[in-house]
Nanobody, 114 residues
Framework: VQLQAYGGGLVQPGGSLRLSCVAS????????MGWYRQAPGKQRELIAD???????TYADSVKGRFTISRDNAKNTVYLQMNSLRPDDTAVYFC?????????WGQGTLVTVSS
């Protein structure tokens, strides 16, 4: 199983970015898909996840600004990020659970700066 993330980059404060992550390989039923981030000098943290049925959870720091969604037919998870702030700067990682195994993408850098 491989995860490929897209969409990171440099954006000004208040701007938007959309991250995508595509899972490929021998996959049957991705139960949970999520996005984590890791800022310099900090631990990796969960920012949003979504179940196969569409139930979502968000970290308090991104509620109302970020939206997670998924396309089960394409094994893809998205993260729409609006009203970005400098403290959103981090490497963003996608994560999936397939039965009892978990997989990680390689990370994509998001930099929020003027």
């Amino acid at each position: 199983v491989q995860l490929q993330a897209y969409g990171g980059g440099l954006v000004q404060p208040g701007g938007s970015l959309r991250l995508s992550c595509v899972a490929s390989g021998s996959i049957r039923g991705i139960s949970l898909m999520g996005w984590y981030r890791q800022a310099p000098g900090k631990q990796r943290e969960l920012i949003a996840d979504i179940t196969i049925g569409g139930a979502t959870t968000y970290a308090d720091s991104v509620k109302g600004r970020f939206t997670i969604s998924r396309d089960n037919a394409k094994n893809t998870v998205y993260l729409q990020m609006n009203s970005l702030r400098p403290d959103d700067t981090a490497v963003y990682f996608c994560n999936i659970w397939v039965t009892v195994r978990t997989y990680w993408g390689q990370g994509t850098l998001v930099t929020v700066s003027s």
